[in-house]
């Protein structure tokens, strides 16, 4: 069940996201906790410092998608929870469609496409598809929207080639 819950800081989008996933009662202070953790934890890897402090915190499995082979093998090269799955793939709807089945998952995708405000890259979660698109919760405003095919996919590419970081994808196990 996903809370209709609003970031608080310009930064916790994948904090919030994965509180989601543990399905704990979100709050501030548990938020700041996720991202005091990863901004501690590297500065070169923001992304697996939550989901090593989630891993480990909330003992959940996570499968961590990674689109890029380099940003993989970089990714390799860090300590973190044994709970934590790599898995070197191309994300896009097709692995999204097949993932889904099972159960949400998180995204990063350029908030652009989505806003058509600013491009910065951002974290969703993206919980169902059906013949109307894809429902969606966007930590931002806290909401549960409706988004189609196009969108979603646009703002993977976007990420990808305007802003120029590596789509990753993650699913509790």
Request: aromatic content about 14%; overall charge positive.
């Amino acid at each position: 069940m996903i809370q209709e819950y609003t970031q608080s800081t310009f930064e916790s989008c994948l904090a919030v996201d994965l509180l989601n996933l543990t399905e704990t009662k979100i709050s501030p202070k548990k938020e700041r906790k996720v991202l005091d953790y990863a901004l501690d934890y590297s500065k070169y890897h923001f992304t697996l410092g939550h989901l090593d402090f989630v891993a480990t915190e909330f003992k959940v499995g996570l499968d961590y998608y990674i689109d890029n082979k380099l940003f993989f093998n970089f990714t390799k090269q860090f300590r973190f929870s044994g709970k934590i799955n790599l898995f070197q793939e191309k994300i896009d709807l097709r692995l999204i469609d097949k993932l889904i089945k099972t159960s949400p998952v998180i995204v990063y995708l350029d908030a652009f496409v989505i806003w058509k405000i600013t491009h910065a890259p951002h974290f969703i979660i993206v919980i169902e598809n059906s013949r109307k698109g894809y429902k969606i919760y966007d930590p931002w405003d806290g909401k549960i929207r409706l988004i189609n095919s196009t969108v979603l996919s646009k703002a993977i590419i976007s990420l990808r080639n305007l802003l120029k970081y590596c789509p990753q994808l993650i699913q509790k196990k």
